[in-house]
């Protein structure tokens, strides 16, 4: 006749009430804040604040186009939306709409602006990076700007330039 083993489930008890206790003991910090989503800028738009430059401009590029917004006091460049489609740099090609946000935003100042993109499905991998900067022209009332693709195996180059306000 066997005994019954009353220890096991108590030391097993004891176990999962000691780990318990151990968790609580230490604090696990809360993951950041990311951003909302928001649609990628529209492809024109009237200022959203006091400065010309505000609100959303776009722009047709070789690989598709840019959309950013410019904040309502002109000094920020809050968003950047890069959409690519069937695009070849180096011997990648990508169809993809990625869309930016820094913290802090990246400033606009005397109305330029210069950005970069990861376009890697990693954040860690730096092989495949776009960079986009911008100058407000204020008599024409639209931005001209450059765009350089550092691709795996080459950079590719070019100009973008945004339609006038009416």
């Not at 489930?9 to 003991?25: F, G, H, K």
């Not at 946000?101 to 860690?124: I, M």
Request: aromatic letters at 10%; glycine letters at 8%.
């Amino acid at each position: 006749m066997t005994r019954p083993n009353y220890l096991r489930p108590l030391a097993l008890a004891l176990l999962l009430a000691a780990v318990s206790m151990a968790c609580s003991l230490f604090s696990i910090p809360s993951l950041p804040d990311f951003p909302t989503p928001v649609p990628p800028p529209a492809d024109l738009g009237t200022p959203t604040g006091p400065s010309p430059l505000s609100g959303d401009w776009g722009a047709p590029t070789d690989f598709g186009k840019i959309t950013f917004r410019i904040g309502p006091d002109g000094s920020t460049l809050d968003l950047l939306y890069v959409e690519m489609n069937n695009w070849t740099c180096g011997g990648v090609t990508l169809t993809t709409g990625i869309q930016t946000y820094t913290d802090p935003p990246t400033r606009v100042t005397d109305g330029a602006f210069s950005t970069y993109v990861n376009l890697s499905s990693s954040a860690s991998e730096h092989y495949n990076e776009i960079e986009v900067s911008g100058q407000y022209d204020e008599a024409a009332d639209k931005f001209t700007g450059e765009w350089v693709q550092d691709s795996i195996s080459a950079t590719c180059t070019g100009t973008w330039e945004t339609p006038a306000r009416p």
